[in-house]
């Protein structure tokens, strides 16, 4: 069974909104930050978000500060992305990870999952 697993990827029109989620085991919640990545077309891999539970570290690409949150419910083990005011420059195939928040980002990722396909388009 993989690790994390993503799903709610999907064809939105600009300005809708979307929910992700990333489903781990629960060792991988009790002792990683779960982070969100993207890939856009012909482009190198970004790191969007992460917020730490163990020491509140936060980071937020400027991108999409304002419009994607992270949110977690225990009881189901899954970490979501709320995206909201989607713009087509956001599509691309999303990633959760499980690592260490940091100012800059996710970081000494040891878990990835295989992603979910975003797709923003009238």
């Known amino acids: 069974q993989p690790d994390l697993v993503e799903s709610g990827g999907d064809l939105v029109q600009p300005g809708g909104s979307l929910r992700l989620s990333c489903e781990a085991s629960k060792f991988i919640l009790d002792y990683y930050t779960i982070g969100w990545f993207r890939q856009a077309p012909g482009k190198e891999r970004e790191g969007l978000l992460c917020v730490s539970h163990i020491d509140s570290t936060t980071y937020t690409k400027d991108s999409v500060k304002g419009r994607f949150t992270i949110s977690s419910d225990k009881a189901k083990n899954t970490v979501y992305l709320q995206m909201n005011s989607l713009k087509p420059e956001d599509t691309g195939n999303y990633t959760c990870?499980?690592?260490?928040?940091?100012?800059?980002?996710?970081?000494?990722?040891?878990?990835w999952g295989k992603g979910t396909l975003v797709t923003v388009s009238s």
């Open positions: 990870a499980a690592g260490v928040c940091t100012v800059g980002g996710l970081r000494g990722v040891d878990y």
